[in-house]
């Protein structure tokens, strides 16, 4: 396969190589479909997670196809995500688009979850490489691939705990941006606390990052809360990503996500709302509900888990029930297709550097 630059632009690039925007179908922006806390190096594959894959894995990705779904982001990065070859076999296996991210998590507060020590907090890496071995690493991840495979990253991830970054959130995400500019990739960033979104998108337009290049994720609350900054960073061009829309809350929550889509589609800002679950297998979250002592790299369980914190079906869930219960609440089937379809093919592909 080419590397040239020229062949990616207007691509959306897929574990199995660039593809044109329209096949992506549906696409749901924020999804993880191995996410191994447990772990420290995303190889070799440990094959006792297999069956998992193959039995709940393969087959959740085959019926989003029934709805139209044909790509998720599976917003995971290193060291949590699978080996490389693992996410090609499941593309291959159910025939789905999987479009891998590349960049770095949030800083968890130390003595929050499992974060007991300074390690458990980020990936070490991010603390011990400077900022240009960071960009280098998303370069490498984006324009070569991933472990000295093909498989190449199609997104770039930041991540950010509150408004202020931590010392370590802010080199990572100046790296980030600066693989942006190198890569024409797309930034999805986890932004879902207060105020999060705004600074973020700040540091990367500082970067030289264009806003139309930044979709600030897990914003569904922020659209409800901090409507006018929100408003301004579309204006600006950037795009907001509703994640975690499950049905069983209050009532008023969930009318409350409803009325912030229809808000934004009748200011004429519904071209920067998409939307995803937060739905992922993971190692580690399961484990560590049970077990408060429980510490990510301790690498004694192998068991892949269905998500614990969003109800089933796997990804299909926000086809199933949430789409339908926003219809009832004034979501119409424009908006859901602006939000599902044209808006991620509008924004996932490659733009020239
Ligand atoms: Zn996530």
Known sequence: MSKSPHERIGKAITVRGPVEPEALG??????????????TSEIPFDMAKW???????????????????????????????????????????ADFHIVLATGFYREIELGKYWAREPDDQIWPFVHE??????????VQEALTGLHGTDVRAGVLKIGT???????????AAVAVARAQRQTGLLINTHANTPGAFKTQLELLESEGVDPTRVV?????????QEWPEVRKCM??????????????????????WADAIVRAFDEGLGAHVTLGLDWGFTVGYYEFMGNPAWRPHQGDTTMLTP???MPPPAYSYLFEYTLPRFREMGVTDDMIRTMLVENPQRVIPVREP
Not at 130 to 138: P, W
């Open 235 to 256: 204006q600006r061009g950037a795009t907001f990503a509703m994640t975690n829309l499950r049905m069983d809350v209050s009532e008023a929550i969930r009318q409350s």
């Open 307 to 309: 998500c614990t914190f």
């Open 129 to 138: 490489a400077s900022v240009e071995e960071l960009t280098e690493f998303c």
């Open 161 to 171: 705990s509150s408004k202020d970054l931590t010392e370590a959130e802010a080199k």
């Open 216 to 224: 600030l994720g897990h914003t569904q609350g922020q659209m409800v």
């Open 51 to 93: 069956p998992v894959v193959e039995k709940c894995v393969v087959p959740a990705l085959k019926r989003l196809k029934d709805h139209g779904c044909f790509c998720i982001l599976d917003m995971t990065r290193s060291p949590e995500r699978a080996a490389p070859w693992v996410y090609q076999r499941i593309s291959e296996m």
């Open 26 to 39: 549906a696409v749901m922006m924020h999804e993880h479909l191995h996410s191994d806390w447990a772990q």
